[in-house]
């Protein structure tokens, strides 16, 4: 499975602040996805980012809140702007294995976000 | 819909017990891929076992072992022998498989604690 990195691996923010998330992975990737994991939760898909085009968003989750860009095939960024402490979570990407492995999605460590 | 229930919020056993992890799905695809993730303390999500919805076999890695039954809709999930280590969150999740891009859909997840 491809190897996934994300920065920042956790972060304090003050409230109104805005937040970039990167997510690098080591080999090249047609779909990326950012999940979101509030605290003692499940994990909920918040986007699914293809490169070269916009990212789709899940129902409840809009792009002024939360931007995506996705440059090339192995780069993803994910922003939480103007963050509140409802914000506060683990921000996860994944993408899917490949060839026998495409149903498979595979995480990024995350990243633990608090707002205060 | 898709859904998945974790009925069992937590778990906590005595090391060198057996441990099953209960999973229950919904879905009106005949195709779709059963999933099982751990979260350890540190957050990240680690994939375990993929299934296809035509595989009803049972699978054995070491310890864990998977039984997928289509007629109860259940995918549950045995630890033998447990160890402190397998200290963690559990994960059962659900996608079609007509494309890479289904979203995951995941279960509220098991808390599972080996005592010493």
């Known amino acids: 499975s491809a190897v996934i990195s994300q920065k920042p691996s956790r972060d304090i923010c003050q409230r109104g602040t805005s937040l970039t998330i990167q997510c690098q992975v080591d080999s090249q990737v047609t779909m990326m996805f950012w999940y979101r994991q509030q605290p003692g939760q499940s994990l909920t898909l918040i986007a699914t980012?293809?490169?070269?085009?916009?990212?789709?968003?899940e129902s409840g989750f809009v792009i002024d809140k939360f931007p995506i860009s996705r440059p090339n095939l192995t780069f993803s960024t994910l922003t939480v702007s103007n963050m509140s402490p409802e914000d506060s979570s683990i921000y996860l990407c994944?993408?899917?294995?490949?060839?026998?492995?495409?149903?498979?999605?595979?995480f990024g460590p995350g990243t633990r976000l608090t707002v205060l | 819909a898709q859904k998945v229930t974790q009925a069992q919020t937590e778990i906590s056993v005595v090391e060198k017990e057996d441990v099953t992890l209960d999973c229950v799905y919904e879905?009106?695809?005949?195709?779709?891929?059963l999933f099982w993730y751990k979260q350890p303390p540190s957050g990240e999500l680690v994939f375990l076992i993929r299934r296809n919805s035509f595989d009803e076999q049972n699978e054995i890695s070491g310890r864990y072992s998977w039984n997928f039954q289509k007629s109860t809709s259940s995918f549950n999930f045995t630890i033998t022998a447990s160890q402190v280590v397998d200290s963690a969150v559990y994960f059962c999740a659900l996608s079609e498989a007509r494309s890479s891009a289904s979203k995951i859909i995941f279960g509220s997840g098991t808390r599972l604690s080996i005592r010493p």
């Open positions: 980012a293809n490169q070269g085009s916009e990212a789709t968003y």
């Open positions: 994944s993408v899917v294995g490949r060839e026998a492995d495409k149903g498979t999605q595979y």
């Open positions: 879905t009106r695809d005949t195709t779709y891929y």
